[in-house]
């Protein structure tokens, strides 16, 4: 007899490993389903997150205390108690305060801005691949996936490149921090680099107040809100450490699970090889697949109803991007890779309504480019043997391979 939904527990790592058939179950069975011993609602169904994602006054953003929840590591507290405070800024406010700090950031992500960085990305891409090309064998989380996003995202925000292993640390420390399977010791090191964070990016805004120069920390040091006043640290570090870790690990996850997905199904990898044309489709479609953002909260604001669900006021939406991007009511058979889709854009990966993606448009070419250059110099492309695990990083609201390693032919 097939499982049904209470048979899932969400929050065991095995199920955050391969959530697909409890996502199939949940959508079958009780589309707003109650986590047991919880205050938690796991929303599946594509219609539902959509509605859910739009009525911001009755499903709030202000869940930060949920993402910045004490660590249980004394130690660690005490270091977070050494820094700056956490404030809300963008993705954890609601409008109309929402669209104060978003207004500041909104141009620098444009998509006029965007597309005037194509051949840069393009000839970042190129380093890239040269730098492993005749090796025929790769690492290529670390060598492709990180460094991609990570060089733009700290070209953004002007961070020199001898800085960049710090970057993808701090990156790493706050999705940790998201993860909530974080140990003690591991907790501890999570802070210790998110105060090193906080303490550097505040003198870099010291510095770009005295010199100005043409990049975000720049910008949000001269920035003015509400009756004319500079930002204070707190909130400068809030917009930064979001474009930060939105900006790195997402990218970096679909571009690795792509590859995989491609290696999976050659046949969809061969349709792009054919007509490269498809590719701005195929990641429109890998987004579906790989739902790096798989998920996120929203905080009942009033006693309501969904579904025929009573739901009280305060208990907590998990909203689950991957499980609606596998709904099978909007996707035909939707856990087939589709380089063809004709309604792969329609995924929900970079959310819906006010809080939708700052960096799409960045992230779209970002993932455009990345394909392009892969399959444009490598072929044939295989998973080494004995180098991959092919798990994620225990995370309930970002996805990502732990690594991936693969064997290529050089395109000559
Ligand atoms: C494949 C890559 C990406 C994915 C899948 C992704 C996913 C998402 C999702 C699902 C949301 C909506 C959150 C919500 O509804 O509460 C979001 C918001 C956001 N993303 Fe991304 N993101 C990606 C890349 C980026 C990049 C490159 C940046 C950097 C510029 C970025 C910055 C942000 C910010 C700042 C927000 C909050 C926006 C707001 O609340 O108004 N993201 N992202």
């Not at 953003?61 to 700056?84: M, R």
């Not at 993860?179 to 999570?190: G, I, Y």
């Not at 690795?256 to 046949?267: D, Q």
Request: aromatic residues 8%.
């Amino acid at each position: 007899m097939s499982k049904t939904v209470s048979d899932y527990n969400f929050f065991d790592p095995e199920i955050i490993e391969s959530p697909f058939d409890f996502y199939a179950a949940a959508r079958r069975d009780a589309p707003i389903h109650h986590l047991p011993d919880t205050n938690i609602y796991f929303v599946s169904r594509y219609e539902d997150v959509r509605k859910i994602l739009k009525d911001t006054e009755t499903f709030s953003n202000e869940f930060g205390a949920i993402l910045n929840e004490p660590p249980k590591n004394p130690e660690a507290a005490a270091v977070y108690a050494s820094g700056y405070e956490t404030v809300d800024t963008m993705l954890t406010l609601d409008p109309p305060r929402h669209r104060v700090y978003r207004n500041l950031v909104n141009k620098v992500f444009s998509n006029k801005r965007v597309e005037s960085m194509h051949d840069y990305m393009l000839q970042m891409a190129d380093q890239l691949i040269d730098s492993w090309i005749d090796d025929g064998e790769v690492d290529l989380l670390t060598r492709f996936c990180v460094p991609l996003p990570v060089w733009v995202i700290a070209d953004q925000l002007g961070v020199p490149r001898e800085d960049l292993e710090l970057f993808k640390k701090w990156s790493d420390a706050f999705a940790s921090r998201l993860s909530r399977f974080a140990d003690a010791d591991q907790e501890l090191e999570d802070a210790r680099l998110i105060v090193q964070f906080q303490h550097y990016f505040v003198d870099m805004i010291e510095q770009r107040r005295k010199d100005p120069q043409d990049n975000i920390i720049s910008d949000l040091a001269h920035a003015r809100i509400d009756d004319g006043r500079e930002l204070t640290h707190p909130e400068m570090l809030s917009i930064v450490q979001q474009v930060l870790v939105a900006g790195n690990e997402t990218s970096t996850s679909t571009i690795a699970e792509g590859v995989l997905y491609l290696i999976e199904n050659p046949a969809e990898c061969d349709k792009l090889r054919a007509d490269p044309s498809l590719i701005p489709n195929a990641v429109e479609e890998i987004l579906r697949l790989a739902t790096p953002s798989c998920g996120l909260w929203r905080l009942v604001t009033q006693d309501t109803e969904v579904q025929g669900v009573q739901i009280p006021k305060d208990a907590l939406m998990m909203v689950r991007f991957a499980s609606a991007n596998r709904d099978d009511e909007h996707f035909e058979d939707a856990g087939k890779m589709d380089v063809c889709r004709h309604n792969a854009r329609d995924n929900l990966s970079f959310g819906q309504g006010v809080h939708f993606c700052l960096g799409a448009q960045l992230a779209r070419k970002e993932l455009n480019v990345a394909f392009e250059k892969l399959l444009q110099r490598t072929d044939n492309w295989r998973l080494t043997e004995g180098k991959n695990s092919l798990k994620h990083w225990p995370n309930l609201i970002l996805r990502g391979l732990e690594e991936l390693h693969i064997d290529f032919d050089k395109i000559k």
